[in-house]
């Protein structure tokens, strides 16, 4: 499988991939809870898609990491400045 695949196949291996993504229990399942699910996962999936297109063309400054300091730490008992 190469960046040169055509979109057909990449349909079809992208089916066949979900089927062996599926939970355990899926054919414990209705076929209307599995019809369900399947549509609960494509909406996700779609959204998932927007998001990271979204970021794509508007990326952000944040880097994503936090540094969190509790309220009594000592660190904040130091008046200096720190540049």
Request: aromatic share 6%; hydrophobic share 30%.
């Amino acid at each position: 499988m190469g960046y040169d695949m055509e979109m057909d196949d990449f349909h079809e291996d992208q089916e066949h991939k979900e089927k062996e993504l599926r939970p355990s229990f899926f054919n414990k399942l209705t076929k209307e809870e599995q019809e369900e699910l399947d549509k609960l996962v494509a909406e996700l999936t779609e959204e998932a898609k927007k998001v990271v297109e979204d970021y794509a063309k508007n990326p952000t400054d944040m880097s994503g990491s936090m540094i969190m300091i509790h309220g009594n730490s000592p660190l904040l008992e130091d008046d200096k400045d720190v540049d």
